[in-house]
């Protein structure tokens, strides 16, 4: 995550409904203050967006030994990905340690989130607190914490380390974003399932979990988002497994091949889509419901 | 969402059913709490434990047993005094410069783009984008554009602005960059959260009540985004604190720019344990009392 705490937040911004605005308002009006604003904002995002085109540009780099210097354009590490197996297994290793972690972390997140909108308990408070300090802590300190654990308890490090790690990351933030959808969850809903001689189990897999799905998919894809670009918290418990991030680092001091820029701008590509496409169909979603309603 | 959710006031409640206390809601907490004791809690556990670790009889390297060797953290004071000092500036400073990039972009997405829904999505895409591309690839272009025969230096060298010796890999400069651009997104997206909920009518009330641009934005505006400011700062300057890939000498520090992150992460690797872990033990202090002092300032009702 490093980089990437909340990268979901665009899909998470769909699952809680928009506040309905009271009549009408009169937003950007023009005026030179705006257009500065605009213009400062561009601009900033166009430097935000330089080490994007340059490594997705750098995949296409005739690079022989280090991938640094310009050469010439070329289809070949695009074509040859796994020429370097470690670069292929490394991002299969990111990929089962992302979707086991991700199932993992969001069923446990769920089941806390449902509680703490639906339930009254004992301890709220500790358990509240419990679940806002694995996100208050830097990654550094969860990591080499959890690896002096696994060096204490002489516990060999591998994969599994890893997923045990990037699972205890997920739950906070799968439980933020699926709460914001139990919240506004209309218990009507689910009454009517029951009045209907629903038993508490088909309410529950028929009403109450298919209403909550966007949330809990906005939850999965943030926590696969972070888990698969993990490194620092990786770093401290992979032993000798390497995750893409990990082998990228591992890299750097000797040169980094330009396959790892392949894998990175594919998954870049494959990513954006996904968001935009997810942002078009919502879009079409709310246009219906508004004029419906 | 998420992001109003870190700090700001929770989503309204008023619709939800009340809640009920049933044994049901130990089946659901109990797995994943539990989870977090034995692989979040208990880990900080081990980590002050292993703090206060001395080294073994045979004094081979790596080995070490309980003890209570509180000389560790002054170990950590004497050697990495002026470190945490570093780290703290540095944190600071990336912070401050993400929030002055991020609001005026946030008000851009969130209020400006506001009547044309389409163009807001697609220029939150690109907010966003950078989450996409590997964060330490992202990290390595820049250090990349940043080398000595790279564009900016030779720029900045025909300009006048660096001598033809100077460079910018390895110095504060870069690091401070780096930890701003890597981190800038968690400070633009709560902020556009809160601003995306800003009722402008509000402004345009001041306005009405002659109040010129500055005073609508000082007293209106600003207030009224506060809760995303406030989660944005913290989601910057926590991860920002605890970095060290962008101080490391292969990124785009070197040996002067060492901050917290790197001592822990090295000391680890050259099996130091105990002064690791004393360092990530202050770190972790040093960073919570003034996240919770600005926390309860600026008065955050709810924290989850």
């Known amino acids: 995550m490093s980089s990437t705490q909340e990268a979901a937040a665009l899909a998470t911004a ?280 | 969402m998420a992001f109003g959710a870190f700090a700001s006031s929770g989503p309204d409640l008023s619709g939800a059913a009340p809640r009920r206390r049933s044994y049901i809601a130990i089946i659901l907490l109990a797995p994943g709490i539990l989870y977090l004791v034995a692989t979040f809690v208990a880990p900080l556990v081990s980590l002050v434990l292993t703090s206060f670790k001395e080294p073994g009889g045979d004094f081979e390297i790596g080995e070490y047993v309980y003890a209570f060797r509180w000389e560790n953290y002054l170990e950590v004071f004497e050697r990495f005094g002026e470190i945490f000092l570093r780290t703290f500036g540095y944190s600071v400073i990336a912070t401050v410069i993400a929030l002055v990039v991020s609001y005026p972009l946030a008000y851009f997405i969130g209020v400006i783009l506001r009547p044309f829904p389409l163009w807001q999505s697609l220029v939150l895409i690109l907010v966003i984008a950078p989450f996409f591309i590997s964060f330490l690839l992202r990290t390595l272009a820049w250090k990349a554009i940043f080398a000595d025969e790279g564009p900016v230096v030779s720029f900045l060298q025909t300009v006048g602005v660096l001598g033809p010796e100077d460079y910018l890999n390895g110095t504060a400069f870069t690091v401070v960059f780096g930890l701003t651009y890597n981190f800038i997104p968690f400070m633009t997206l709560p902020i556009y959260a809160s601003l995306e909920r800003l009722d402008l009518r509000y402004v345009e009330a001041a306005g009405d009540l002659y109040a010129g641009p500055g005073a609508r934005f000082w007293r209106v505006i600003l207030p009224l985004s506060l809760p995303g400011v406030v989660s944005g700062t913290l989601l910057t300057f926590i991860p920002a604190s605890g970095d060290y890939i962008n101080a490391s000498k292969d990124f785009l520090g070197s040996t002067n720019t060492v901050m917290a992150g790197n001592v822990i992460n090295d000391l680890f690797f050259q099996s130091f344990y105990p002064v690791s872990a004393a360092v990530a033990i202050v770190l972790m202090i040093a960073i919570l009392i003034p996240v919770i002092a600005y926390v309860a300032k600026s008065g955050s009702e709810e924290l989850l």
């Not at chain 1, 796994?82 to 991002?91: K, L, T």
């Not at chain 1, 906070?172 to 038993?199: I, K, M, Q």
Request: glycine share 8%; with cysteine; net charge positive.
């Open chain 1, 14 to 293: 769909e699952t809680a409904p928009r506040p309905r605005r009271r009549g009408r308002e009169r937003a950007g009006r023009g005026g030179a203050g705006s257009w500065i604003i605009g213009v400062y904002s561009l601009l900033a995002l166009a430097i935000m967006m330089i080490p994007i085109v340059y490594t997705i540009v750098f995949s296409f780099n005739d690079a022989r030994r280090t991938n640094i210097v310009w050469r010439s354009f070329t289809f070949d590490n695009w074509l040859s990905v796994c020429d370097d197996p470690r670069v292929c297994e490394a991002f299969g290793n990111s990929i089962v340690v992302g979707v086991v972690a991700t199932i993992a972390a969001t069923v446990l997140g769920t089941m806390i989130a449902i509680a703490i909108v639906r339930y009254t308990f004992r301890m709220r408070t500790l358990i509240t607190v419990l679940l806002f300090l694995p996100m208050a802590t830097p990654e550094v300190v969860l990591g080499s914490g959890l690896g002096s654990q696994f060096v204490n308890m002489g516990v060999e490090r591998g994969l599994w380390t890893i997923i045990v790690a990037h699972i205890m990351f997920c739950i906070s933030f799968v439980v933020v974003t699926v709460r914001a959808r139990v919240a506004s969850l209309d218990p009507a809903l689910e009454e009517a399932g029951r009045d209907l001689y629903a038993s508490p189990a088909q309410v529950f897999w028929r009403v109450t979990l298919p209403l909550l799905m966007p949330g809990i998919l906005a939850a999965a894809l943030l926590c696969f988002a972070l888990s698969f670009d993990d490194f620092i918290i990786t770093n401290f418990v992979s032993g000798n497994a390497e995750t893409f991030p990990k082998f990228v680092y591992v890299a750097a001091s000797r040169g980094i091949p330009p396959q790892s820029n392949v894998i990175a701008s594919a998954v870049f590509v494959f990513a954006i889509v996904l968001v935009i496409v997810a942002q078009v169909s919502a879009g079409f979603r709310r246009r219906r419901i508004a004029r419906a309603g």
